[in-house]
C-alpha cells in the first residue's frame, strides 16, 4: 500500500490492474474448486442407484437433487435409446415382437453419448483459460511496472536532489520493486490452481468415459439384435 499511494498515476494503473488479475484468478479458482467438489459429492449416489438397477435401465427415474454429469449422460443415454427403439418399434407396423437395436443404432446412441460427455467436459473447463491467461499476464505487468519504476529513479536523478525529485526517485524504486513482486504472488497460485483444476478434471474425464462404455455396454447387452 506505501509502494502504490507512492508512484504516480501510470504506477497506480498498473497497481490496479494487478490487484483486478488477482481478484478474477481467485474468483475462477474458488468456483471451480466448489463446482468440482459438488459434482464428486454427488457421483457416487448416482453411480450407485443406476448401476445397482441397470438390469431395467431405461426404467431408472433420478431425482434432481442427484443432478450431475453422470446423471446427465446417462439421461442423454436413455433418451436416444427410448427415442431409437421407438422408432424401431414404429417400423415393425405394430408387431408385438421384441424390438431391437442393430449396429448402426448402437453407434448412432454412442455418438450421442460421446456428445454429452464432450459437452460436459467442455462445461467444467470453462473459464479455465482466465487462469492460464493471468499466468502470463501478471508478471508481464509486474515487468511494466518495474520498467515504470526505472525511468520515474533516472528522471527524478537527473532533476537534481531537490525535494520533488526525491519523492519520485522513492515513489519509482517502490513501484519498481512492488510490482514484481506482486506479478509473481499473483502468477504462481493461479499456475498451480490451474494444474490442479485441470488434473482434477481430467480425472472425472476419464472416470465419466468408463462410466458411459459401460451404460453402452449394459444397452448393448440388453437390447442388441444378435446378428
Not at 47 to 65: A, F, T, Y
Not at 94 to 99: K, L, M, N
Not at 197 to 218: C, P, Q, V, W, Y
Amino acid at each position: 500500500m506505501s509502494a502504490y499511494r507512492e508512484s504516480d498515476g501510470f504506477g497506480k494503473l498498473i497497481f490496479f490492474s494487478l490487484f483486478g488479475l488477482s481478484i478474477l484468478s481467485w474468483a475462477v479458482l474458488i468456483h471451480k474448486t466448489l463446482l468440482l467438489n459438488r459434482v464428486e459429492k454427488g457421483r457416487e449416489g448416482a453411480r450407485q442407484k443406476i448401476l445397482k438397477e441397470k438390469e431395467h435401465l431405461l426404467d431408472i427415474g433420478i431425482p434432481n437433487e442427484l443432478a450431475s454429469p453422470f446423471v446427465t449422460l446417462f439421461r442423454s443415454l436413455k433418451g436416444k435409446t427410448k427415442e431409437v427403439l421407438e422408432k424401431n418399434h414404429y417400423f415393425k407396423q405394430g408387431s408385438d415382437a421384441p424390438v431391437y437395436l442393430s449396429r448402426s443404432d448402437m453407434e448412432l446412441i454412442e455418438g450421442s453419448v460421446h456428445n454429452s460427455l464432450a459437452s460436459q467436459t467442455k462445461s467444467l473447463e470453462k473459464n479455465l483459460f482466465i487462469l492460464s491467461t493471468v499466468v502470463t499476464v501478471a508478471p508481464f505487468l509486474g515487468l511494466l511496472g518495474t520498467v515504470w519504476g526505472i525511468l520515474l529513479t533516472f528522471a527524478g536523478l537527473q532533476q537534481g536532489s531537490s525535494l520533488g525529485s526525491s519523492q519520485l526517485i522513492m515513489g519509482g524504486l517502490s513501484t519498481a520493486l512492488a510490482t514484481t513482486v506482486l506479478g509473481l504472488v499473483i502468477a504462481i497460485p493461479a499456475l498451480i490452481g490451474y494444474n490442479y483444476l485441470k488434473n482434477r478434471i481430467r480425472e472425472l474425464h476419464g472416470e465419466m468415459e468408463d462410466f458411459s462404455a459401460e451404460l453402452i455396454g449394459t444397452v448393448e447387452l440388453q437390447y442388441r439384435k444378435v446378428e
